[in-house]
C-alpha cells in the first residue's frame, strides 16, 4: 500500500470517515449507511486502555436516516440480510428506528435452528452492531455476530511511504445455514473457501468496495504528509483513539 503503516491505523481508530467516505452520494442527507449502522460519533462508543488498545462500537441493524420518515423504505444490503432472517423489509417503511431489535430477535428466534450455537453467549446488543477493536500498535479487527474481519499493518522493509496491508475475513459456517456469506470483499456461497494468501500491490485487485474506498483516502493523506504546507496536526474531541494512538508512538521515542 503507497502509504505509511500509520495512515491506516488512524483510518481505523475514527468513525466520521465513513459518511463520507463509504456513501459519498447520501451523505449530504444521511446520518447512518443504507448497511444499518449508525455512524454518528455522538452515538458511538470509544473507549482506551493504558496499554495502547482501544474499542469502538457503533450501533447497527437500523434503517437509513430516510426511512425513519413516513413512506421511507429499507434499502440494502439491510433489506436483503433481513430477509435473510425471515422479516419483510416492506413491514418496516417509516419505521428504520426499529429494525434493528427486530433482527436481533429473528436472530434470537432462528440462530439455534440453523446451528448459530455461539448466539447463547452474546448479548443482543453482540448480534448487531459492530464492535472495533484496535490492538496497539498495528492491528484492528472488526468483529460481528458472524464473522470478523482482521486487518493488520506492517512497515514496508526500505520505505517508510510504503506498507504492507493484511486482510483476513473469517466467518462461521453452522450445520443448517443456507443463505450465504457476507463479507468486505463481496456476497460468497457457502462451501469450500481458498485459504492461500493473495498476495498484490495496491490497484492490481480488490479488496472489497470499503476497504477500496478507504485506500483512496489513505493515499491522499500520504500526499497531504509530504505536502510543504503540512506542520503538524490537530486533533478534534472525536479523535481520541488516533490521539492516543500517536501518543503511545510518542511515548517509546521519549524512553
Known amino acids: ?20 467516505v463509504h456513501a459519498p452520494e447520501k451523505a449530504v442527507t444521511k446520518k447512518r449507511m443504507p448497511s444499518g449502522v449508525d455512524t ?15 474499542r469502538m462500537i457503533m450501533q447497527a441493524g437500523y434503517g437509513p ?10 434499502e440494502d444490503p439491510l433489506a436483503t440480510v433481513m430477509r435473510d432472517w425471515e422479516i419483510d423489509p416492506n413491514e418496516f417503511t417509516g419505521k428504520g428506528f426499529d429494525t434493528r431489535e427486530a433482527i436481533q430477535k429473528a436472530k434470537r428466534k432462528l440462530g439455534p ?32 455476530a458472524d464473522g470478523f474481519h482482521f486487518l493488520r499493518a506492517r512497515p514496508h522493509a526500505t520505505d517508510p511511504e510504503k506498507c504492507v496491508f493484511d486482510n483476513w475475513w473469517y466467518a462461521s459456517n453452522p450445520e443448517n445455514e443456507t443463505s450465504p456469506i457476507r463479507s ?41 504528509l509530504r505536502s510543504r504546507g503540512f506542520k503538524g496536526a490537530y486533533f478534534a474531541g472525536q479523535e481520541k483513539r488516533v490521539h492516543r494512538f500517536h501518543e503511545m508512538i510518542e511515548s517509546y521515542f521519549k524512553e
Open 65 to 74: 436516516a430516510g426511512s425513519f420518515e413516513e413512506g421511507g423504505i429499507i
Open 113 to 144: 435452528k440453523r446451528g448459530y450455537t455461539h448466539y447463547k453467549n452474546l448479548h443482543d446488543e453482540q448480534l448487531t452492531d459492530a464492535f472495533h477493536y484496535t490492538l496497539f500498535p498495528n492491528f484492528a479487527v472488526s468483529l460481528w
Open 184 to 224: 468486505t470483499v463481496g456476497i460468497h456461497e457457502r462451501g469450500n473457501f481458498a485459504i492461500e494468501p493473495d498476495v498484490f500491490d495496491h490497484g492490481e485487485k480488490s479488496l472489497g468496495q470499503t476497504i477500496d474506498q478507504d485506500a483512496v483516502v489513505f493515499v491522499f493523506q500520504q500526499y497531504g
Open 1 to 20: 500500500m503507497p502509504c505509511n503503516w500509520k495512515i491506516i491505523l488512524d483510518n481505523f481508530n475514527e468513525s466520521y470517515h465513513l459518511n463520507t
Open 40 to 54: 454518528s460519533y455522538k452515538n458511538t462508543q470509544f473507549d482506551l486502555s493504558d496499554e495502547g488498545h482501544n
